[in-house]
C-alpha cells in the first residue's frame, strides 16, 4: 500500500483503499469511540458499536475524502492488512475551491502533538495538489486541544461557538 504523503512522524493512506481490506474495517473503526468523536459535530458523532461506525465511516466516504494517518513506517508499501487502530482520521468535504474539514486522533496519543502534524501535513498535501483555497474548520470551543493545533496551523477565528455551536476557523492557502 502506498503512502498518499507523510510527515516527520506518520504517514498518510486513502480510507477508502484500507476500508476494503478483509480486517481493517476493525481497526479504523475502533478509533471512531464516543471519547474521540465527542468534539465533532452532532451528525459526525457515532456509537462506538463496530457496526454503527463502519455505517457512519462508509456515510462520510459518499461525500468526503478521508485521509488515515499511521505512525512513520508501520506499513509497509507490500502490506494493506492493519494491525492495530489508526493514529487519526482527517475527513475532508471539498466543493469548488472551499474545503471543510474535521479531524480526530485516537485518545492514546492525545497532547503530542499529533494534532498539529496531521493538519500540517494535510494543509501541505491540499496545498501542493491544490484541492483549496479556503479551509474551513469547526471546533468545539472547550475542546482547547484543537484550537491550539489550528491556531499552530496559521488559521483564524471567523465565528466564536458557545456552548451549542462550534467556533469556525478558516486558513486561506
Known amino acids: 500500500m502506498n503512502t498518499l504523503f507523510s510527515t516527520p512522524r506518520l ?12 480486517g481493517n474495517a476493525h481497526y479504523i473503526t475502533s ?3 464516543a471519547r474521540t468523536t465527542a468534539f465533532l459535530p452532532k451528525d459526525w458523532q457515532t456509537s ?9 465511516l462508509n456515510e ?22 492493519l494491525n492495530a487502530p489508526p493514529l487519526g482520521l482527517f475527513i475532508a468535504h471539498i466543493e469548488q475551491a ?3 474539514i474535521g479531524y480526530l486522533i485516537h485518545a492514546p496519543f492525545w497532547q503530542q ?6 493538519l500540517s501535513g494535510c494543509i501541505d498535501y491540499f496545498r501542493t495538489h491544490a484541492l483549496a483555497k479556503t479551509i474551513y474548520a469547526g471546533v468545539a470551543p472547550n475542546n482547547q486541544g484543537s484550537i491550539r493545533a489550528l491556531q499552530r496551523c496559521h ?6 461557538g458557545n456552548q451549542d ?3 469556525f476557523y478558516q486558513l486561506q492557502l
Do not use: M
Not at 504517514?11 to 478483509?22: A, E
Not at 502533538?113 to 496531521?118: A, K, Q, R, T
Open 11 to 22: 504517514d498518510f493512506y486513502c480510507c477508502k483503499s484500507l476500508l476494503c481490506r478483509p
Open 31 to 33: 478509533i471512531l469511540s
Open 48 to 56: 462506538p458499536e463496530a457496526d454503527k461506525a463502519f455505517k457512519w
Open 60 to 81: 462520510k466516504l459518499l461525500d468526503s475524502e478521508i485521509f488515515i494517518a499511521l505512525p512513520r513506517n508501520t506499513l509497509s508499501n507490500n502490506a494493506k492488512t
Open 98 to 100: 472551499t474545503a471543510h
Open 113 to 118: 502533538g499529533y494534532g498539529s502534524e496531521l
Open 155 to 160: 488559521f483564524t477565528l471567523v465565528s466564536q
Open 165 to 167: 455551536t462550534n467556533a
